[in-house]
Each structure stands twice: as structure tokens, then as C-alpha cells.
């Protein structure tokens, strides 16, 4: 079936560091990819996302490039500060159908220390 | 800057007890979202609702899980009869016709049942 695997966190940075969280999908024809984000105490918020092969979604300094060839939506940051600490969580809609779903990751956890 | 909205924030029961949590999704949203989050089993989907119509709810325990959606402004997460293994943080989310892709995230329901 349809899936999403992350790689597992917590991943533990320094500020100014360059960030790389890794995510991989299965799915059935082709979906559209998200990343979201959870702070602390919060429910989870839309980052970024991408709709088809090529495409690069990209917020607040982070970036992902959707890979059809390595199925792939690997989320990047050049320079994280304090502020990046939360968790994030990959996540694909199945190809156009009757459902509205998204398939989540099970969440990266990242801490950046000053 | 429209959001979505849960009550309560936070709800600490005993066992056995009936527990109503309460959305109100984004006016214009057709698509509503149930999930669970623990540590253990990270997000879960729970139920979602297209346009008031329960599409899927596979992920619900039927014995002591309800969803419902009385009117468009309003849906609704009941246990009964409430056990600690219920304990959790509970999102609702709700998308939009003309962005049906995206799900955006109420600040959740903290629930412990003692």
C-alpha cells in the first residue's frame, strides 16, 4: 500500500548548520508530496509542498525537490536556527481518486542548539 | 486569519466517564479530520468527513468512538465509555474545496483519563 518512511530522529544540530531530513514514499501512480511542521504545544502546519515530478516546494529558507526517478521529497535547510526546533513530518495524498487522505511519516524530530 | 478552533484545550477525566470533544473547522471547509497522536503510535487518522458525510472512519475503535458532524460549523469526537489507554492529543483538521491538498490543524485536544 501507500506509505511514507522518514529517517529517524531526533536529528541534532547546531545553529547556522545545514539541514538534510530524509523521506522516501510507495505509493500508486503519482502523488503529491508534502512536508508540515508541528511546534511545540501546536498542531501540525503546512510547509511546503510539491504536486508533481521536478517540482520544488520551498518556505521559510526550507526546500524539497520531488524525485520521481528515487522516490524521494527530502527536506532541506542551508541554515537552521533555534526557531527550526519542532517536528517535521512527511506526507503524500494519493493520485487523484475519491479520498481526500494524506499518508504521514511517523515525524523527525529536530533540535538546534545554539 | 481564519483557523480552526478545538474545545477544550485540555481534559482530564476518570475512567469510564463520557468525554465530547468539539471543532469548529475553517468557514468554507469541506473536509473535516480526526486524528490521534501518542508517542507511541505518533499521528493516527481517526475519521474524515466530506461535506458533512462520514467517508472513512477505519481507524476509529466503533465500540467507544463516535464522529459526528451535526451542521457545517461543528464536529464532534465523543468516547464512551473513556480508559486510559485513550489518553492522547486529538487534532482536528479541515480543507478547502479549491485546496483540497492542504489540511489545516486545530492546536489540538490534550485528553488524560486517569
Known amino acids: 500500500g501507500d506509505s511514507v518512511t522518514q529517517m529517524e530522529g531526533p536529528v541534532t544540530l547546531s545553529e547556522e548548520a545545514f539541514l538534510t531530513i530524509n523521506c522516501t514514499y510507495t505509493?500508486?501512480?503519482?502523488?503529491?508530496l508534502f512536508w508540515y511542521v508541528q511546534y511545540p504545544g501546536e498542531g501540525l502546519q503546512l510547509l511546503l509542498k510539491?504536486?508533481?515530478?521536478?517540482d520544488k516546494g520551498s518556505n521559510k529558507g526550507f526546500e524539497a525537490t520531488y524525485r520521481k526517478e528515487t522516490t524521494s521529497f527530502h527536506l532541506e535547510k542551508g541554515s537552521v536556527q533555534v526557531s527550526d526546533s519542532a517536528v517535521y513530518f512527511c506526507?503524500?495524498?494519493?493520485?487523484?481518486?475519491?479520498?481526500?487522505?494524506?499518508?504521514f511519516g511517523t515525524g523527525t524530530r529536530l533540535q538546534v542548539f545554539p | 486569519d481564519a483557523r480552526v478552533t478545538q474545545t477544550p484545550r485540555h481534559k482530564v477525566t476518570e475512567m469510564g466517564q463520557e468525554v465530547t470533544m468539539r471543532c469548529q473547522p475553517i468557514?468554507?471547509?469541506?473536509?473535516v479530520f480526526w486524528y490521534r497522536q501518542t508517542m507511541m503510535q505518533g499521528l493516527e487518522l481517526l475519521a474524515y468527513?466530506?461535506?458533512?458525510?462520514?467517508?472513512?472512519d477505519s481507524g476509529m475503535p466503533k465500540d467507544r468512538f463516535s464522529a459526528e458532524m451535526p451542521d457545517a460549523t461543528l464536529a464532534t469526537l465523543k468516547i464512551q465509555p473513556s480508559e486510559p489507554r485513550d489518553s492522547a492529543v486529538y487534532f482536528c483538521?479541515?480543507?478547502?474545496?479549491?485546496?483540497?491538498?492542504?489540511?489545516?490543524f486545530g492546536p489540538g485536544t490534550r485528553l488524560t483519563v486517569l
Open positions: 483538521a479541515s480543507g478547502g474545496a479549491g485546496e483540497s491538498d492542504t489540511q489545516y
Open positions: 505509493a500508486t501512480g503519482y502523488p503529491s
Open positions: 510539491a504536486t508533481k515530478a521536478d
Open positions: 506526507a503524500l495524498k494519493v493520485p487523484p481518486g475519491n479520498t481526500d487522505k494524506l499518508i
Open positions: 468557514l468554507g471547509h469541506n473536509t
Open positions: 468527513f466530506r461535506n458533512r458525510a462520514p467517508l472513512d
